[in-house]
C-alpha cells in the first residue's frame, strides 16, 4: 500500500510509519503541523483495510476530533494516500465505513460518555489521540477493554 506520487511523507513522518509497524503503544510527539495525525490516521486505515473490525479515534473534546480529524486529517489523508479506497461517512454519527469489509472506524470525544460507554469492551483496538498537557491518565484507564475472568 504505497502511497501515490502526489504524496510524499516526511522523515518524522517515515520514522513514525515504523515505530508503529513494531510497537503496539506509541507517543508520538512534535509540534503542530508535523504530521502526527495524519500518520497515524493512515495507519488506522491501513488496519481496516487489512483485518476489519472497529477502531475509534480519540481527542480530549468530541468537537475536537470531529473538526480537526473527521472532516479535515481523514478525508485529506484518504484522498492522498488511498484513493482508490471508497468509503461511507456519517457525519450524524461521526463514523467511517468501509463497505469492501465492513471495517468501522468511530471518532470519538473524551467528553461524550454515552458513545464512550458503548464502545468499550467491544473494540480490538485502541489508538488515543493526546493533545492536552494536563495529566489525565485516568482517562486512558476508563477506556482499557475489561479483563476477561477466569
Known sequence: ?????GYKPTQSQLALRKIVRDKSRVLAYGGSRSG????????????AFRYGG???????YYNAVRSSVFVDTFPKM????FPEYVYD????????YFPHNGAEID????????????LQGRLPMFLIFCKW??????????LQ??????
Do not use: W
Open 1 to 5: 500500500m504505497d502511497a501515490p506520487t
Open 36 to 47: 502526527k495525525t495524519f500518520e497515524l490516521c493512515r495507519t488506522i486505515a491501513i488496519l
Open 54 to 60: 472497529r477502531y475509534a479515534i480519540f481527542r480530549r
Open 78 to 81: 484518504m484522498r492522498m494516500c
Open 89 to 96: 461517512a456519517n457525519k450524524s454519527l461521526s463514523e467511517i
Open 107 to 118: 471518532f470519538v470525544g473524551l467528553d461524550d460518555d454515552i458513545k464512550k460507554s458503548a
Open 133 to 142: 498537557t494536563n495529566h489525565q491518565g485516568y482517562a486512558l484507564r476508563e
Open 145 to 150: 477493554a475489561p479483563k476477561k475472568r477466569r
